[in-house]
């Protein structure tokens, strides 16, 4: 049954990414704006939501701490596991403004995650309405400061620019709620196998959980690699990374309080997500310059693979 329920799940998120991809491209057309930003909000939103009900359910349950290790071991499996296996199958371009905003924003986020839990070794609520504050700031910045650039001038399906916004809406809808699924089935399947080989539920969070959580990630990036909508897939995942420590861990935090109760998220897991973080920019340097191509891919899917056997390791 566990891998019937891994199998569903991972159908329904590839048909969910597929929707999310036609809803998000349809949108640049019908809203004006560039195809980065659509997928630094809607796309990176929807896929996040995941993260964000599993942080927000264990929360009211009494685990809050849960959150910690899903959102620190999906930042790791975006960059890792999906930017890698999106850049093996198309090379992704990196644009400037991933240099000069994204990417500080990101690493900021990470950092102050970061500072919040060694201070006192717990997210309050005054640090997550920061975090979330931050989350607002950001989104309202993008959307008023972007510009047309060259991404927008990609070959798309024009037929997506007279898509009626009932349709746009009820894709949003398919999309969102396709993931969700998909993501709790996937979950469940990959918890259950975890747990019937006696791993530890602090592993579950950081690698099975976390995994699984990214998949909407994997499969919404992978298809827009593969139409070549590039701008979406890096812009997808650096938005989700933000999304899902401003708005999951922020959220969390302000309903109840985040203790770090697994010494190791501080002093290996949380450095292991700064680590992948600071990767892009040093692979972005690298020749090919500004892009992130198969071999890369592998490097970091690679990198990724080392993490998860320190975790199992121990």
């Given at each position: ?24 491209v ?24 995941p ?31 999906v ?124 690698t ?9 990630e994997?499969?919404?990036s ?13 812009g ?56 992130i ?22």
């Open positions: 049954m566990s891998v019937a329920f891994l199998i569903l799940g991972f159908v329904l998120l590839v048909v969910g990414g597929e929707f999310l991809v036609r809803s998000s349809a949108l640049s057309f019908k809203l004006n704006i560039s195809k980065i930003v659509i997928g630094l909000t809607v796309v990176s939103f929807a896929t996040s939501a993260e964000l009900l599993v942080s927000l359910q264990a929360a009211f349950n009494g685990s809050p701490a849960i959150a910690i290790n899903n959102v620190v071991g999906s930042n790791i499996a975006n960059i890792g596991l930017l890698g296996i999106t850049a093996i199958v198309g090379a992704i371009v990196i644009d400037k403004s991933f240099y000069r905003l994204t990417w500080p924003v990101m690493m900021l986020f990470s950092g102050a995650l970061y500072y919040f839990l060694w201070n006192d070794n717990q997210l309050v609520a005054v640090e997550g309405a920061i975090l979330f504050a931050g989350l607002i700031v950001f989104i309202v910045y993008i959307i008023k400061s972007q510009k047309p650039s060259s991404d927008d001038l990609e070959e798309v399906d024009d037929a997506l620019a007279i898509v009626s916004n009932f349709k746009i809406a009820i894709w949003l809808l398919i999309g969102a709620s396709a993931l969700y699924f998909g993501s709790e089935w996937l979950v469940k399947g990959a918890t259950e196998i975890a747990t019937s080989l006696g791993v530890s539920e602090a592993v579950i969070g950081v099975m959980i976390a995994i699984g959580t990214s998949v909407p994997l499969a919404a992978v298809i827009a690699a593969a139409k070549k909508e590039k701008a979406i897939s890096l997808n995942l650096i938005g989700s990374n933000i999304f899902n420590i401003g708005s999951v861990l922020g959220l969390t935090s302000m309903i109840k309080v985040i203790p770090v109760t697994e010494p190791l998220i501080l002093s290996r897991d949380i450095f292991w997500m700064l680590i992948f973080a600071a990767s892009i920019v040093i692979l972005g340097l690298l020749p090919k310059k500004n892009q191509g198969k071999m890369k891919g592998f490097g970091l899917v690679l990198l990724y693979g080392i993490f998860i056997f320190l975790v199992f390791k121990g």
